[in-house]
């Protein structure tokens, strides 16, 4: 039971962090729809990513695929691009800027995966392999805390736009991601996808970075 409060306090931070980043600049009502939407998104991408990846774990039964409480097991990589997709589809239908809308759910993000690791960690007994995504995670968080108020003075960043932090923590978190998954022999499917996440993200930095920024 414990280790579903776990997961439950990691869900209920991710929405507050989420609201406060938000704030400033949405409706909070539709703050409010959206994060909810997101991690929907998350969980049940997140859900079938797992049971399609490692097809046959549940197919004894149907409900198992349901039944999260006595039947663990979550897909990070589907769970992001769950997320990724219902917020490309919120901001698309809202009219907003995608990549300054997602560069406010990078922190909020990496607090409910970590969560998610703890929880995953306890219940490996302690598992060394888990503790390095956990410290992989604290220090993503640490190095987007630190780009949030750098970035923009960077010579060689041109365009000061946002979405700098997203995409550059996208690329090296992504690329340690892949490593790690080909050390531990994990899924070839999470691999691929870790390597694409990453390149992906750092051709879009580069992209951005010589867009000439607009001043008012």
């Known amino acids: 039971m414990s280790l579903g409060i776990i997961r439950i306090v990691g869900m ?13 600049s949405y409706d909070d009502q539709k703050i409010i729809s959206y994060s909810w939407l997101a991690l929907l998104g998350f969980l049940v991408f997140g859900r079938l990513g797992y049971g ?4 046959g774990i549940w197919n004894n039964d149907l409900t198992d695929w349901l039944a999260v409480w006595n039947k663990p097991g979550t897909s990070y990589m589907s769970g992001y691009l769950g997320l990724v997709l219902i917020s490309w589809l919120y901001a698309k239908k809202q009219q907003w800027k ?3 809308f997602m560069e ?12 998610m690791m703890i929880d995953e960690w306890v219940r490996s007994k302690f598992s060394w392999e888990v503790l390095i995504y956990i ?11 630190w780009l949030m ?8 960043y041109k365009s000061g736009k946002k979405g700098f932090v997203l995409l550059s923590t996208n690329f090296l978190f992504f690329l340690v991601l892949a490593f790690v998954f080909g ?16 390149l992906i993200s750092i051709v879009g930095l580069f992209i951005l970075g010589g867009v000439k920024h607009e001043r008012k």
């Open 12 to 24: 209920l931070i991710f929405l507050y962090l989420l609201w406060r980043n938000l704030r400033d």
């Open 52 to 55: 399609l990846i490692n097809w």
């Open 98 to 100: 995608f990549l300054n």
């Open 104 to 115: 406010d759910l990078v922190k909020p993000f990496l607090a409910l995966i970590s969560f």
């Open 135 to 145: 410290l992989m995670m604290v220090l993503i968080y640490i190095l987007s805390n």
């Open 149 to 156: 108020g750098k970035y923009r003075s960077f010579v060689w």
């Open 183 to 198: 050390v531990f022999g994990d899924s070839l499917v999470n691999l691929i996808l870790a390597s694409v996440i990453s």
